[in-house]
């Protein structure tokens, strides 16, 4: 659990720090936007679905930050100097 723990902003989508980067880079950095969670298909075939674990992922988000090796990996592919 350290290594999640520790790096918990890899595990998000690339296209949301695509996103951040570009209203960052637009001068753009208070505008406020919103992110989903979701799945696109209802897993094993099944009619209906109990979404449990709310409070874990509320948790996770309050904790969600990058470190100075996550923005170094982010950097070697994605990021601009000026937004890591």
């Given at each position: 659990?350290?290594?999640?723990?520790?790096?918990?902003?890899?595990?998000?989508?690339?296209?949301?720090?695509?996103?951040?980067?570009?209203?960052?880079l637009?001068?753009?950095?208070?505008?406020?936007?919103?992110?989903?969670?979701?799945?696109?298909?209802?897993?094993?075939?099944?009619?209906?679905?109990?979404?449990?674990?709310?409070?874990?992922?509320?948790?996770?988000?309050?904790?969600?930050?990058?470190?100075?090796?996550?923005?170094?990996?982010l950097?070697?592919?994605?990021?601009?100097?000026?937004?890591?």
């Amino acid at each position: 659990m350290d290594f999640f723990d520790r790096h918990l902003g890899l595990y998000t989508d690339r296209y949301e720090v695509s996103m951040a980067q570009g209203y960052f880079l637009q001068g753009r950095a208070s505008t406020r936007v919103t992110f989903d969670y979701y799945f696109r298909t209802q897993p094993f075939g099944g009619g209906y679905v109990v979404f449990a674990g709310l409070d874990d992922v509320l948790d996770l988000l309050e904790g969600f930050r990058y470190g100075d090796e996550d923005r170094e990996y982010l950097r070697s592919f994605l990021l601009r100097p000026r937004f890591s």
